[in-house]
């Protein structure tokens, strides 16, 4: 009984809440435009949406490293770069290993996927060395720093070309851009392979000892390090874990974009990454938030941009505006909420002293 | 303002003619994805649909990202796919990127035209151009050399270094000084720098070529943002180097007026839009499919024919280029 | 305390934490000159002018890091005050040049304002409600009723506006450059001479002690971003006056620069440090950059972004590290 109260009096049950509310709404408008006869077919069902969900997911992974920063209080804003770089990293050493042979070389990808993967965690460490190495500069003064060097890293290896590659081994990454069937509907390949990595996140951050102290860090750091945890350690290593979830998602990035490889994509990426941790509850203080709330964040976001695209028919900027508007609510109303509370909590203890002392005072 | 007069009147004379005629695109729904929100350029490739659609009877939609990214515009094409639409007419931020996605549409039963900025060959099934890069490249370089006196010192602002369209015509301008031509024996070319097409980056890179080469007598900008940027950089330093490029009327007028530029050019986007949306509708309408060789009747712009591109794709060229002078400047203000 | 009349050198590094940027800053100097000769004898107007936007912005971003806040939406609220200011001005609704600056201010202030109140009383973090406003506020630009898919351009500016920045000078400083200076001086005289500006500091360095005193905590959190709101759309007149023009992504991301310029400077992000003097010369810093990098010929434009970040990146640490130097003497000093 008590974890029914608390899950409803729980932040994610709010977002479950809000997503529902959102799907009735456009589910809704989807059927009085049909009704209105301004569009022929309906847009706003279960399966169309689900495929839909694939532009939305692909900074998915991005998320999940941010979460681990955002929960140790920190901000990276360098993510989208370091997927840049590590991306083009794919793209070079992958032309210089296969060496333009006629089928491409699955080698050659393996070592390139390698290379990419561990470019992005060593962007990550790079960012993590300086920030627990430079405590007095905030982490976002030193990933701005980095991500402009990340960027133009990225423009030194390849300059203004389009990297395309035609050979069906290095094709072979469109693959991450598929729709799977299962059971008649097609899910984009990002979501299990996300759910999977969730559920890990979720055991690792909340159910084990290591994961917690990645919110006690952002809890109270000092306090932390006094009690005998490695805080730079664990600061460092989850830094180098973001690096490499940016990686990840730069390699479905490059299945996205028809395995082409450019040195200015993937900008602003951070900021996808940011509202939908702290939709989710993290906070840029610390200490709190969880991989449902993110998890179920990713998806409001997703329909989200998709109803209002689709059927409201805001254009692309618009969008942008919905989420801004969205990410100050979702701070502000349980802020507000929570104010109430404490006032009424206040007036009914000032209306009880009152009673007493009326009471005391007559009794005298 | 004749050419003005002339488009409205044959557009009335058309209209009329529609009026009584059986609109060809009844039914038929069109997206129109472009490289970038809030771009002056797009909005007139827009009125270009808009003509078309009044005298064809589709109806179409627009948008373009925010960012002028390519995955801002993988999601505003997969949001037409889910929308159900007909054909779309694309002008990419990148040939390559694209790809996937539009034989995905393709695969779903809908014809892809590009328009303006190519689509790979093998993601397409038209591709509508204002000219060949070759043209293009060339009228804009033989411009700055008449402008200044068939002598001196020639740079050029583009604009992101990643442009497909404005790499492609920077190295016909290359391979046409490298030529040996009589004409460029004199032009010494200093280099290209890249404003990104922001309006700020091409200013202080304008203000960077102004100061290292002191005897610079003229700066190609094949880009419409650079324009404005490059010539408020030099009338404010006060130099005598002259401009041409691709630009907007709108945007260039005071600095035609003030001299800095003699001739700037621009093919009329709103023609490029209302020829798109009449293949659009052939291609959807099925009398029509796009194979090299064939031709097209585009309303008022005249029968059309698909050439083969040097992508091994189809290409429709309009093959018409304005050109905004001190006398021509005016009429075309409230247009481009 | 017979070491009265003469202070250890790292005491003092300790009091200014901007001479060690200082040094910096002649460093690159010397080097940039000696690339480039004659650099800072050709470039400094250059570098004053670019350089006094972003100053204006930083001396609002200082009050905002004062009380240990940030704001990521100024350069949005650049676009937004200078959009609405130039369609009124395009429309004919605003001659006067002097409204247009009231306005711009009006309406940054308006801005800023709403950040103060989401931020102090609705206790949402800043990082979070200015990245909010500045979407908002982005997205509003291309809306039909404010530019659509238009940009503001040179015709629709009256001329005396146009004039009034650049054209204008005083002891051969043009009023743009003025109108930094002050900014600046205004703003430094706030700070260290009024009680509201002390204030700023008392909050940032510890807002429950600033309460026990009596000081209105939540008010003064309002007036520092309604401030910093104010020098942002006073920096978006001056961008339109500058330039002439302005449209949707106008200084899009130059906002990091801004705080960089801060940061550099020795402000503490954390809040309650920070000095006018050093904001100067790290606003000087990254105009400074800007404008050398296309002038040393390194490559081309693409590698900018490469060499800024790394300069910063050097600037700041090498900022810490003598910082961390000065202190360890300054305690060994001590025990001795």
């Known amino acids: 009984m008590q974890k029914v109260k608390s899950f409803l009096k729980s932040w994610e049950f709010f977002l479950i809440i809000l997503l529902a509310v959102m799907c009735l709404v456009f589910k809704i408008t989807d059927a009085s435009r049909i009704a209105a006869g301004v569009q022929k077919k309906p847009i706003f069902y279960f399966a169309n949406v689900l495929k839909s969900m694939r532009p939305y997911f692909l900074y998915s992974f991005m998320t999940l490293g941010m979460m681990l920063i955002l929960a140790m209080g920190d901000i990276d804003i360098s993510v989208g770069a370091i997927g840049t770089l590590s991306v083009v990293t794919l793209g070079v050493t992958y032309n210089r290993v296969a060496n333009g042979a006629e089928n491409g070389s699955p080698a050659a990808l393996i070592i390139a996927l390698l290379a990419c993967l561990l470019v992005g965690s060593l962007c990550g460490a790079l960012n993590g060395f300086l920030v627990t190495r430079f405590k007095e500069l905030f982490p976002m003064i030193i990933t701005l720093a980095t991500q402009l060097f990340f960027r133009g890293f990225s423009y030194l290896l390849i300059g203004g070309e389009t990297l395309t590659f035609k050979d069906p081994t290095f094709k072979s990454l469109s693959n991450l851009n598929q729709l799977l069937k299962i059971g008649g509907l097609q899910v984009p390949i990002s979501i299990p392979i996300y759910l999977v990595l969730a559920v890990f996140f979720y055991f690792w951050l909340h159910r084990t000892g290591n994961g917690r102290k990645i919110f006690a860090i952002g809890t109270n750091a000092a306090a932390t390090y006094y009690s005998g945890v490695r805080v730079d350690r664990i600061k460092f290593w989850c830094f180098v874990i973001a690096g490499f979830m940016s990686a990840v998602t730069g390699i479905f990035f490059v299945g996205n974009s028809s395995s082409s490889v450019k040195a200015d994509i993937m900008d602003g990426y951070h900021m996808y990454a940011i509202a939908a941790a702290v939709l989710g509850g993290f906070s840029t203080d610390g200490g709190k938030g969880s991989v449902i709330g993110a998890t179920i964040s990713l998806v409001i976001f997703g329909v989200v941009k998709f109803g209002l695209g689709t059927l409201f028919g805001f254009p692309d900027s618009a969008v942008n505006l919905s989420v801004g508007v969205i990410l100050i609510l979702s701070v502000l109303v349980p802020n507000l909420v929570e104010d109430i509370q404490n006032h009424r909590k206040v007036a009914r203890r000032r209306a009880e002293t009152a009673k007493l002392n009326a009471a005391a005072g007559s009794a005298r | 303002m004749k050419k003005v007069l002339a488009l409205v009147l044959t557009l009335m004379l058309v209209l009329s003619v529609a009026a009584f005629a059986e609109k060809a695109g009844e039914g038929i729904t069109i997206g129109v994805v472009y490289k970038q929100s809030g771009n002056a350029y797009f909005q007139a490739g827009v009125t270009g649909f808009e003509q078309a659609a009044e005298e064809l009877g589709f109806e179409f939609m627009h948008d373009g990202p925010d960012d002028g990214s390519s995955d801002g515009q993988i999601r505003i094409i997969e949001n037409y796919i889910a929308q159900g639409v007909d054909a779309l007419c694309i002008s990419a931020n990148d040939p390559a990127a694209l790809v996937d996605v539009c034989n995905e549409a393709r695969e779903a039963g809908i014809k892809v035209i590009s328009w303006d900025a190519k689509v790979d060959a093998e993601g397409r099934d038209l591709d509508v151009e204002p000219a060949s890069a070759q043209v293009i490249g060339v009228t804009q370089l033989d411009s700055i050399v008449n402008s200044i006196g068939g002598e001196g010192q020639i740079a050029i602002v583009s604009a992101m270094a990643t442009a497909p369209n404005q790499n492609l015509w920077i190295s016909f301008i290359e391979e046409a000084l490298n030529s040996g031509d009589e004409k460029y024996a004199n032009i010494e070319y200093v280099g290209t720098v890249y404003g990104d097409d922001e309006y700020t980056k091409s200013f202080n890179e304008t203000q960077a070529l102004l100061e290292k080469y002191p005897d610079l007598k003229g700066i190609i900008v094949p880009t419409t943002v650079g324009g404005p940027a490059v010539c408020k950089c030099i009338q404010d330093a006060g130099r005598d180097v002259k401009v041409t490029g691709l630009t907007l009327a709108s945007d260039m007028k005071e600095f035609i007026d003030a001299g800095i530029a003699d001739e700037t050019f621009l093919w009329n986007p709103i023609e490029l839009g209302y020829a798109s949306s009449y293949a659009a509708v052939a291609l959807v309408k099925g009398d029509f499919t796009g194979a090299v060789g064939e031709k097209i009747e585009c309303g008022e712009l005249g029968e059309l024919e698909v050439t083969e591109s040097d992508d091994g794709g189809s290409i429709l060229f309009l093959n018409k280029l304005n050109s905004f002078t001190k006398d021509t400047v005016d009429a075309w203000v409230d247009i481009l | ?336």
């Open chain 3, 1 to 336: 305390m017979q070491n009265k009349e003469r202070k250890p050198i790292y005491s003092i590094l300790i009091e200014h934490r901007e001479i060690p940027l200082l040094a910096v800053l002649a460093l690159l100097l010397v080097a940039v000159s000696i690339r480039v000769p004659g650099y800072l004898g050709k470039s400094w107007l250059n570098v004053l002018k670019n350089g006094s936007i972003n100053m204006v912005m930083c001396c609002g971003m200082l009050c905002v890091l004062l009380i240990g806040s940030i704001d990521i939406s100024i350069t949005a609220i650049l676009a937004f005050a200078g959009a609405v200011a130039g369609k009124l001005m395009g429309t004919g609704a605003i001659q006067s040049t002097v409204l247009m600056f009231v306005l711009g201010i009006a309406i940054g202030a308006a801005v800023g304002a709403i950040n103060g109140v989401l931020m102090s009383y609705g206790r949402v973090i800043s990082l979070i409600v200015t990245l909010s406003t500045s979407y908002i506020v982005r997205a509003l630009i291309p809306m039909e009723w404010l530019l659509g898919m238009n940009k503001i351009n040179p015709t629709q500016l009256t001329q005396g506006f146009k004039d009034s920045l650049i054209n204008h000078s005083f002891l051969g400083l043009p009023f743009l450059v003025w109108l930094a200076v002050l900014v600046v001086v205004i703003t430094g005289v706030f700070l260290k001479y009024t009680r509201t500006g002390r204030n700023l500091y008392a909050v940032g360095s510890n807002a429950e002690a600033a309460q026990m005193r009596g000081v209105p905590i939540n008010r003064i959190r309002v007036l520092a971003h309604t401030i910093c709101g104010a020098t942002a759309g006073l920096a978006g007149i001056m961008w339109l006056a500058f330039y002439a023009a302005i449209e949707k992504g106008s200084a899009l991301g130059d906002e990091m620069f801004t705080i960089a310029a801060c940061v550099l400077g020795g402000v503490a992000v954390t809040g309650g440090y920070g000095k006018i003097g050093g904001v100067v010369i790290g606003a000087l810093m990254i105009a400074f950059i800007d404008s050398a990098i296309p002038q040393m010929g390194i490559g081309n434009s693409m590698i900018t972004e490469f060499i800024k970040g790394i300069l910063l990146l050097i600037a700041i640490l090498l900022n810490v590290v003598l910082q961390r130097v000065a202190e360890k003497q300054d305690l060994a000093r001590r025990n001795i």
